[in-house]
DNA sequence: GAGTTAATACTACCATACAACAACATACTA
DNA sequence: TAGTATGTTGTTGTATGGTAGTATTAACTC
């Protein structure tokens, strides 16, 4: 399975996004071992573009490098997602709360956008595209309100707590409960009321994790 | 100039820190143009192990690389600092919330180490040593909150304040008023006053920068 | 002399080869 | 048999050569 030449970048940087989307959707399972020469024949590259993939991978905490040993997919950990969680409220409520003092009329015409499209891939089921659009959102959301470097940091975040959250197999209803939220949020927006979005948006971000528990106990292997 | 061979780490790690922090204290001005090639040379290494240091600091975006052109230092953004610190005061003032809550004795205890050796490298004048414990200050606190990886975000947007405050040439006095701010955070922390701990942060981080714009106009140059 | 084109020099990028090191299996010894 | 020494294998880390692409410069045309 050669990887697409000559579009989106560098070797390293599409492999990084391949490998990326792999480990989210739990196709490369937590505790993997991964070796550069196995990935690189697979991908028909070089061990080099590999490599510079894995090391920003792992910058992001998403795989671990042990010198002279191998690299691994690094396992879920509840204690790292209740602290992702945590930084993601506070920088969310933060951009929020921004939000509502000024936000971008062109921002908010996307936001109805992805409202949109997150409410078809609801009712399809469709998880991937639904993920996509959650994240439309959200960086719509930073982008809006000006902030968008606080994007970088919280689609780190949000990367880690999705890929949990692939273990959860959340129906359409769930689905369509978070896009509830995400209406209830920029209407606060619309309506200026600051209290009111940070409140939905703290609830949102809340209610994400809640099953994580039970996925645990399911699949104890892949955790820390 | 040979980089040592041996410790602490991979080489391109090595060299990572080392343009970092030449990046940091202004030796590799803003806006300079960096090659692979040359670094290579001036470090005694080969050409791959800068290349992923360059990658690391690409993403902390302490470099930007643009494909078969080069590699250049971003310049100072008045727009992107003023963003993290607004990104730090949403982080940094959970977290001391946080702390009021609950702090580790042990971080505590180190906590009063890191001030003791601030103040002394305040009334040296020695900026360097002073950054150093600064740092120590903040990532102890979030550690203490039970936050580490509060700091891993922190810690970038931290540096690249550090970078622009290299700028307004700070002397004893002003390291000293540092200081005392520090010092009014964590006697809020000790008071379990998570309201004074608050505005205390929120006070010393909007100190900071407050001499940015008369930097700027001293230095056009640096600055995007 | 102004504009255009070709040659040149530089860059990041990729592929390959080699070195350093750790873990494991195996043979050997007491 | 227990313990040790050693060779083998697999891994990441580093060095080097070659490629494609861009900017610059020089030569050339009008």
Redesign the pocket.
Known sequence: MNIE??QG???????GQELLKAIIALELPPGM??????I?ERY?????????A??ALSRQRFVE???????IVVKISVRELMEARFLREAIESAVIRRACESFSPTSRGRIDDSLDAQRRAAAKGDHSAFRRFDELFHVTLAEGADCPMAWTIVGDLKAHMDRACQLTLQGPSVMQALVAQHEQIIAAVDARDPEAAEAAMRNHLTEILRALPEAEQRHPELFA
């Open positions: 030449r000559g970048g560098s070797a390293a940087h599409r492999l071992r991964l070796s550069e020469q196995e690189a028909g590259v070089s061990r080099q573009p590999v490599r510079e894995l090391i490098v042990v010198p002279q040993r191998g690299t």
